[in-house]
């Protein structure tokens, strides 16, 4: 019997709406021993991030629901409490998908093992070195194919994924224009980003005509390459705005997540897709795994050049997790939200 306490927080209904406590409860229960190759992390970071709220639901996805019952599903940063397994010794550090808890027990070849020698704060590796700045790379770069002097607009643009594919848009030379939800946000996307342009889409007024109009203000020359990371609306009014053989990357739609009756609205004009000549394609990040090795060193290199930025929110202590991931869906985050439990 081990010796060690689990907190968890766990799913004990499918959320109809925005996840209430009630759906996600905590409790305490034994960490559960390493079975042969498995060992037990003590979680470090736990990475918050729009897609888990799909994993709630049992809508068809990328990958399983999470099952009621379990713990909430969430890529985690750790240091290993015990090992059975002979890649990893106690006090190593590993990256894999735990949960919402304070000890996953999982396989070890599961785990990516990280460095802390090499001096990176650990959680850049759920962000900017990790999934979302992948999602970014190959996204926009695989998708969208953008190329020097074409428009780029990109949606919820000062987030973790958004603000990454800008500043990656601007060095392939096109023009950028950001959308996002306060004054704040895009004036960081224009001052320190160096976008060409920003909307706050919530003082445009939020109607797909009104959001046209904006885009069409923002982007005199049309729209080639739109990366969506919201849906509803604003793809609506994007598609109205693109060109000739525009490419639209669907990389998430967060404006419906707690829709209670999912697809909830979606764009009425997809004519615009054979008016125009469009290519739209959805994609998940992991579609690329054989290539994260390139994207890590390739956004690694950027980083130490200064050629990228990122902002990452940090907040300290399990027991706050329900109410850090709304932030993400009330846009009170600020770039990659991150959870971390202090050794
Ligand atoms: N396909 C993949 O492999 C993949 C991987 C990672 C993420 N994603 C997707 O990428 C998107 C961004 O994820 P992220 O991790 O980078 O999160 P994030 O952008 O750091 O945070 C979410 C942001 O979305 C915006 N938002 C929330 N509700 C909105 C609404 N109703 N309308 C417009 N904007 C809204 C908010 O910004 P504002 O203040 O600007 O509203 C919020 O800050 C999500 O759709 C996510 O599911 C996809």
Known sequence: MSTLENRQYYLASRPAGAPTPQDV?????????????????????????????????DDPNYIEPIAIGDPVRATIIGRVEKSASEDFKPGDVAMVMGGWERYSTVPAAMCTA???????????????????????????????????????????????????????????GCRVVGMAGSEEKCAWLRDTLGFDAAINYRSCGDDAAALEGAIREACPDGVDVYFDNVGGNILEAALACLNKFARVAVCGWISTYNMADAPGPSARNLWQLVANSVTIQGFVVIDYMDRFPEGIAQLAEWVMAGKLQFREEVVEGLDNILPTFLKLFDGSNSGKLVISIPE
Do not use: H
Not at 140 to 159: D, F, R, Y
């Open 25 to 57: 409860p905590c409790r305490d229960v034994p960490v559960a021993e390493p079975a042969e190759g498995e060992v037990v992390l003590r979680n470090l970071y736990i990475s918050l991030d729009p897609a888990i709220r799909g994993w709630m639901g």
């Open 114 to 172: 990280l460095d802390e020698s090499a001096g990176v704060p650990l959680s850049y590796y759920l962000g900017v070195l990790g999934p979302t700045g992948l999602t970014a790379y190959f996204g926009l770069l695989e998708v969208g194919k953008p190329q020097a002097g074409e428009t780029v607009l990109v949606s919820a643009a000062a987030g973790a994924v958004g603000s990454i594919v800008g500043q990656i848009a601007k060095m392939q």
